[in-house]
């Protein structure tokens, strides 16, 4: 298992930006995708953003379309999530994630995961 830990996360009005950070140490063979969850208070997680290892394929949900964007660091151990025009509706903690699927976007495909780090954003 790998061991991720988050950064960036943090209070911000709304249509402001936040860059995350995620930095990935131990093994990792069969880390194929990273990616982004989310959890907001009384809600189940839900899948954000992910990228293959190779950089060629991105996916993200319906609702961030457009205004996140996932990118990997030079060497894969590093990856990142930049959140423009943030909304009131994108609190929540949001966790860095590795899995061994090739194209995973379903939160049960991912297997090594951060502490998260909250992102509050105010209206």
């Known amino acids: 298992q790998v061991q991720l830990v988050e950064s960036g996360g943090g209070l911000v009005q709304a249509g402001g930006s936040l860059r995350l950070s995620c930095e990935a140490s131990g093994h990792t063979d069969g880390r194929n995708t990273m990616g982004w969850i989310r959890q907001a208070p009384g809600k189940e997680r839900e899948f954000v953003a992910g990228?293959?290892?190779?950089?060629?394929?991105?996916d993200y949900a319906k609702s961030v379309e457009g205004r996140f964007t996932i990118s990997l660091g030079i060497d894969r151990n590093t990856w990142f999530l930049q959140m423009n025009n943030l909304k009131s509706d994108d609190s929540a903690i949001y966790y860095c994630?590795?899995?061994?699927?090739?194209?995973?976007?379903?939160?049960?495909?991912?297997?090594?995961w951060g502490r998260g780090t909250q992102v509050t954003v105010s209206s």
């Open positions: 990228i293959r290892w190779s950089g060629s394929w991105t």
């Open positions: 994630a590795a899995s061994k699927e090739h194209f995973a976007t379903n939160v049960q495909e991912f297997d090594s």
